[in-house]
């Protein structure tokens, strides 16, 4: 094992009891598109400290590619120790990990938006360092 892959790993136990514990979803929650994990979240999965979101952005970024039915296999050994560490987290939920139309169209959107934004960030920055 990686040392790399030795340090997520003790991240994700050290954060596996607080993210078990949180195992109902909010009748308010919201998906939205977090540019950090490229990734679709909802509302009610992010009100955990710093380090807590660090563990899930690999799991965002995985959950929205299986969504979209891209085979990306980075990260799937973290996403099976993920449920075998804490499986009754609400981002496992099969309403939240199934591919819907909704879903697929809610995170095509947020990666188009984040390009964009990109591209405008760029386009800006060149023009200001000449």
């Given at each position: 094992m990686?040392?790399?892959?030795e340090?997520?790993?003790?991240?994700?136990?050290?954060?596996?009891e607080?993210?078990?514990?949180?195992?109902?979803?909010?009748w308010?929650?919201?998906?939205f598109?977090?540019?950090?994990?490229?990734?679709l979240?909802?509302s009610?999965?992010?009100?955990?400290?710093?380090?807590?979101i660090?563990?899930?952005?690999?799991l965002?970024?995985?959950r929205s590619?299986?969504?979209?039915g891209?085979?990306?296999?980075?990260?799937?050994?973290?996403w099976?120790?993920?449920n075998e560490?804490?499986?009754?987290?609400?981002g496992?939920?099969?309403?939240?990990?199934?591919?819907?139309?909704?879903?697929?169209?809610?995170?095509?959107?947020?990666?188009?938006?984040?390009?964009?934004e990109?591209?405008?960030?760029d386009?800006?920055?060149e023009?200001?360092?000449?």
């Amino acid at each position: 094992m990686s040392d790399k892959n030795e340090v997520m790993l003790a991240a994700m136990n050290a954060q596996a009891e607080l993210l078990n514990s949180i195992n109902r979803r909010k009748w308010y929650a919201r998906p939205f598109y977090e540019y950090m994990s490229g990734g679709l979240v909802w509302s009610d999965e992010t009100d955990v400290s710093f380090d807590a979101i660090n563990v899930l952005r690999p799991l965002f970024n995985y959950r929205s590619a299986r969504i979209l039915g891209k085979d990306d296999n980075r990260w799937t050994d973290y996403w099976r120790i993920a449920n075998e560490l804490f499986p009754k987290w609400i981002g496992f939920h099969t309403a939240r990990c199934e591919s819907t139309p909704k879903l697929r169209k809610l995170i095509r959107a947020g990666e188009l938006k984040m390009h964009r934004e990109c591209r405008q960030l760029d386009s800006d920055f060149e023009q200001n360092s000449v």
